[in-house]
């Protein structure tokens, strides 16, 4: 199964490879130091499990031709559908939410999964009988169906975060195949239109956080803890960081879900701006070879996973730090690469799979 | 699907749009970029600040409260460590679960437990004090179930020990949490122990010490990581009084059952040596928890315990007065040694008689023995020789009337008539009854015993009036002095010697010689003194008729050490019920001098 041509070793992007495994040390170094504290320890290691798991994703998805792969969307599709309704039959609830399947000792986030299907599905959709740059209103109807029903499943877990993600995606995507921006901008008038009706599926939590985006000191001790705390962890490290020792707001747990979605302010408060410098320097290194093989791939449906992988990569990044420093509201996203979990990890290694598959048959 | 056909234009549009998109990416990079400098670089170190107070809690060590010492260094007051059970209302997740589980636990009313923690906000860290004086049961009880009580902690705070119940209730005063108006004064911090009544309120500032704090390192949870410092709390001051604890417990023992007042004072210098008021409150009752209905009782004790009688009761003089209407007469010449009467037991003023306290009368009475038997007839002669203006001008000066500037507050000054040439209260004008009654000390005239100590200190130092002194000197645990206080003197009542001396043998001759204080004879230490029984206005039909019974006294009679002064409420007669209680206290005071007599008279 695992017979790569030779030629395509040759095309392996090292640049990609190294940046996104710088991210993942670094990631693992902040965990570590998270374990100095107390409870927390072991985190580290199960990552590194999650690493070498999605190591082997990464390799699984390489060795097929991303060809193939799309090919099989719309089979993935429907699995993926099946495994986010699984959810809500099988799934165990954490904190408030059912996002979780559990097989065996695993446990298993079907909504991380369908992000790379999402993608597959994309290039299948666009491509599928006519060049994608003369998709029709018909082929756009289409697509926004095949979004709405996952997003909409996503949602009710809710996962607002995953699903918000799914968006950007879309988006670059469109543009990237020559959608009008008129179009685009109409669909996205559409969704502000289809707002309030959003509003109304939030749950009181969630529009809770929304508020508190708009005034964190609103309520400093319950759904603005996070933020403030956060913004306390990142600002308190100052220009070079306090170091693994002294990065006391994170260690002594004042910042929730710190080995989660808001790893990057353990990983401020520990390297200062000094080492975000460094750490964004990696993701753009990621994002920017991304956008590269995008770019000097000929095939459709190559550019298309291309250009979504490095979208999905872009939106999360942002969204999350922007949502870490403040800038954004608070929605469970988690730090591609760098947030404790194995369904992202392995995850994010799958659509890094798809990239590099792309990347290693460019040429042919 | 064949792609080489592509071309050129449709690559390059597709190269343009996704160029702008990683443009858009960029500049989102950029905006981020720039966020993390502001937070970082600009804001960094004022939310370095923000951290520092996140994880860094200070939790109060209470200062020990300064020890209170008699004049030979014994303590008259001690602490031991108590536990006292807080509250730290941000650590608890789940307040009506934690509450409700302690509320069942201790058996404290759920009520009590809600208005503890409404005083403060909800998110606070300090410890809200609820209970103080758990006992070691209690504590067990909380810390086993410590993982189920998240925010309850029992905090060790040392506490007031008395060596009886009720040992100088009056003069020590009470310690208890500030109440709500003493707050507002802004001096205090919500639970804090300050002295409320006595000694520990007049010098609270020096006893409280400063509290000392704990910096503790903490998880987001409230729990101590580790104590980063600790900062010792500076305990209060000690005091040094001028009491005497033996003379104290003396007096206390000696009035045991009466209800009235003791003062002993140094009269070469106003060193009050005891002074006690009965009934006392139990101190240990007071400090501490108290429930509401406790002390309703003792505030609505019919026996007022909560009064210091030595100051805030005012008392008539009766005979002891009579001190004051000879040194007049005898100063001013209005009455000399050799007057003498004869007494048959009345005394006919226009249309009023007169009685002597004895039936029959004293018979042939001069100036001397008229004070030694408290002739009535012959003071009251003599009180209308001397005239009221001279009789009020020399208690005066005796410093009657007038507080006595103790250092403690609430003193009551007491009340001389005919200061103004007139009769108080009423229109009526000022009669040569009202002279009369005067002179035995009767009618209006009101004395405290603090009062009456201070004048008998100046007979028998020759007229000094001290400034009765309860402290000392105040000092820092480190050695250093606080505070001190020498002897004061406030006024001086200027007799010839001889008057002096004619004042001090006739009150000798009250205890020596057969007279009213005999009882108050003690072999070994020459006594003299002056008995009293002061007319009350009854408040009860049980008490009624009952007389307040006086006992005003120094000794040695010529080279005076100590004043001993005992009032009994409703006691009867001072030379039956005052006099033989000031023997006790003497016995105390001159113990060896009296054991050696009794030596020697058995060799």
């Known amino acids: 199964m695992l017979r790569v041509d030779r030629r395509l070793l040759k095309n392996v992007d090292w640049p990609l490879l190294g940046a996104a495994f710088a991210i993942i040390l670094l990631g693992l170094m902040c965990l570590s130091s998270l374990g100095l504290g107390r409870g927390g320890s072991g985190l580290a290691w199960r990552q590194l499990m999650w690493v070498g798991l999605g190591v082997m994703a990464l390799l699984a998805v390489v060795t097929f031709d991303y060809r193939s792969l799309v090919r099989a969307a719309p089979a993935l599709y429907l699995l993926g559908l099946a495994l986010l309704v699984t959810v809500f039959v099988l799934g165990r609830t954490v904190s408030g939410a059912r996002r979780w399947i559990h097989l065996g000792p695993l446990t298993f986030q079907p909504a991380e999964l369908f992000k790379v299907i999402f993608i597959l599905t994309l290039a299948w959709a666009l491509t599928w009988r006519r060049a994608p740059q003369q998709t029709s209103r018909g082929t756009l109807g289409w697509i926004i169906a095949l979004i ?22 879309l988006g670059a995507v469109l543009l990237g195949v020559g959608v009008r921006l008129r179009i685009l901008g109409a669909l996205a008038a559409a969704g502000v239109a289809l707002m309030p009706l959003a509003w109304l599926a939030l749950k009181p ?11 964190p000191f609103r309520d400093p001790l319950g759904t603005a803890y996070n933020v403030i705390q956060a ?13 693994i020792s002294g990065a006391t707001q994170s260690r002594l747990a004042f910042l929730p879900e710190r080995h989660t979605d808001f790893i990057f302010a353990v990983f401020a408060e520990t390297w200062g701006f000094v080492g975000c410098l460094v750490l964004i320097l990696a993701y753009g290194v990621l994002i920017v070879r991304g956008f590269e093989i995008a770019v000097g791939t000929r095939e459709a449906r190559g550019r298309i996973i291309a250009l979504g992988v490095t979208a999905l990569f872009a939106a999360q990044t942002l969204i999350n730090l922007g949502m870490v420093t403040g800038l954004l509201p608070v929605v469970g996203i988690p730090l591609p690469l760098m947030s404790y979990g194995g369904s992202s990890m392995v995850a994010s290694f799958m659509a890094l799979g798809l990239l590099l598959s792309v990347r290693m048959r460019q040429f042919q | 699907m064949d792609l080489a056909g592509e071309s050129t234009a449709r690559r390059e ?25 502001y937070l970082q670089v600009l804001e960094g170190g004022k939310l370095q600040e923000l951290s ?18 008699d004049r030979n260094g014994l303590a008259l007051v001690d602490n031991r460590p108590a536990f006292t059970l807080s509250l730290i209302p941000r650590e608890m997740d789940d307040r009506d679960t934690v509450l409700a589980r302690l509320s069942v636990l201790l058996k404290i009313p759920m009520r009590e437990l809600e208005e503890a923690l409404e005083r403060v906000p909800p998110d606070s860290f300090r410890p809200v004090r609820v209970r103080r004086g758990l006992t070691l049961e209690e504590v067990t009880k909380v810390e086993e179930r410590k993982l189920e009580l998240p925010g309850v902690v029992v905090e060790v705070e040392p506490q007031r020990v008395y060596p009886t119940s009720t040992f100088a209730a009056h003069l020590l005063g009470y310690v208890r949490e500030v109440s709500g108006e003493q707050m507002k004064q802004g001096r205090y911090r919500r639970g804090d122990m ?46 040094i009084t001028t009491v005497d604890r033996r003379i104290q417990e003396a007096a206390e023992r000696a009035m045991t059952g009466r209800s009235g007042a003791v003062v002993v004072m140094d009269p070469r210098n106003g060193d009050v040596l005891a002074m006690t008021s009965s009934p006392a409150f139990a101190l240990d009752r007071l400090t501490g928890n108290l429930e509401k209905e406790d002390w309703l009782k003792v505030v609505r004790d019919p026996l007022t315990p909560l009064m210091n009688r030595a100051l805030q009761s005012q008392y008539a003089p009766g005979s002891v007065f009579k001190v004051i209407v000879a040194a007049a007469g005898l100063q001013e010449g209005s009455l000399t040694p050799m007057d003498r009467t004869y007494c048959n037991g009345e005394f006919h003023l226009g249309q009023w008689t007169f009685k002597d306290w004895k039936e029959g009368g004293h018979g042939h009475v001069d100036t001397r023995s008229a004070l030694v038997h408290s002739c009535n007839i012959f003071f009251y002669q003599s009180g209308l020789k001397v005239g009221p203006a001279a009789i009020a001008r020399y208690a005066q000066a005796f410093g009657l009337g007038a507080p006595t500037g103790v250092d403690l507050g609430g003193e009551k000054p007491g009340l001389v008539p005919f200061l103004d040439g007139r009769r108080r209260g009423d229109g009526r004008g000022w009669q040569a009854g009202d002279t009369v009654n005067m002179s035995i000390g009767q009618g209006q005239l009101l004395v405290t015993p603090m009062q009456v100590a201070r004048m008998m200190s100046a007979v028998a130092n020759g007229g000094v009036l001290w400034r009765p002194r309860l402290v000392q000197r105040v000092e820092r645990v480190d050695g250093t002095l606080a505070y001190s206080s020498s002897s004061k003197m406030t006024g001086r009542v200027d007799l010839s010697p001889v008057v002096w001396a004619f004042l001090r043998q006739a009150l000798s001759g009250v205890v020596n010689e057969g007279g009213t204080g005999a009882a108050a004879r003690i072999p ?12 009350s206005v009854a408040k009860s039909d049980s008490a009624k008729g009952q007389d307040h019974a006086w006992f005003a006294s120094f000794a040695p009679a010529h080279d005076a050490e100590v004043v001993v002064v005992v009032l009994v409420e409703r006691g009867g007669k001072g030379g039956q ?25 058995d060799g």
């Open chain 1, 205 to 215: 939590y969630q529009r809770d956080r929304l508020f508190v985006y708009l005034d």
């Open chain 1, 231 to 243: 913004k306390i962890a990142i600002g308190s490290g100052q220009l070079l960081g306090k170091g």
């Open chain 2, 52 to 69: 520092e107070k996140n994880r860094i809690r200070i939790r109060p060590v209470a200062a020990p409260r300064g020890i209170l010492f």
């Open chain 2, 524 to 535: 070994g230490v020459e006594v003299a003194g002056k008995t009293g029984t002061a007319q």
């Open chain 1, 148 to 169: 709405a029903v996952p997003f909409a499943l996503v949602v009710r877990q809710p996962d607002l975060g995953t699903a918000l993600v799914l968006l950007p995606v």
């Open chain 2, 194 to 239: 300050i002295g409320q009544s006595g000694l520990e309120r007049m010098l609270d500032e020096y006893l409280r010490g400063r509290d000392g704090g704990e910096r503790i390192e903490v998880d987001a949870l409230g729990r101590p990581v580790q104590v980063m410092r600790r900062e010792e709390p500076d305990p209060g001051a000690q005091v």
């Open chain 2, 577 to 601: 019920v005052a006099a033989p209680i000031a023997r006790q206290i003497y016995q105390a005071i001159f113990l060896e001098k009296v054991a050696m007599v009794s030596l020697g008279g």
């Open chain 2, 13 to 37: 549009a597709w190269r343009r749009r996704v160029l702008s998109l990683a443009a858009v990416v960029a500049v989102a990079f950029v905006g981020l970029l720039g966020q993390l400098w």
